[in-house]
């Protein structure tokens, strides 16, 4: 799928306040270095970020989490990576290990997320 296709597909189908939250914890999964996702599904994640990631969430603390991605992707060193590795760490607390399990299969069935990675039964 094109950048544009993504675009569109998340903001029709990724509507739900959950659905955001899970966006934004695989995103700082992705920050963190913790995502087993191949290169290519990390950059397809990205792109559902930018997409819907401003959205409403259900129970993240969004302007902390947006906040650190910004500055990640401007810069990144040692300190605001253990903020990101904390805010991860949250995050994965307030949303079952099952939720993004769910929302990552859910991805691959709808052809967004395809490519192979290291562990598709623990990567979250």
């Known amino acids: 799928m094109t950048p544009a296709e993504i675009a569109t597909w998340a903001s029709n189908k990724l509507v739900a306040p959950l659905d955001i939250d899970c966006v934004i914890t695989l995103m700082l999964k992705i920050l963190d270095g913790k995502c087993k996702m191949s290169d290519a599904d990390q950059l397809v994640a990205s792109q559902l970020y930018d997409a819907v990631g401003q959205r409403p969430v259900h129970r993240l603390d969004a302007a902390s989490c947006h906040a650190l991605i910004a500055e990640s992707r401007r810069h990144c060193d040692e300190n605001l990576k ?4 904390e805010q991860r760490l949250l ?34």
Do not use: N
């Open 91 to 124: 995050a994965e607390t307030m949303l079952s290990r099952p939720v993004m399990k769910a929302f990552k299969a859910r991805l691959r069935e709808a052809g967004i997320l395809y490519h192979d990675s290291a562990d598709r039964s623990t990567a979250a």
């Open 82 to 85: 253990m903020r990101i590795y």
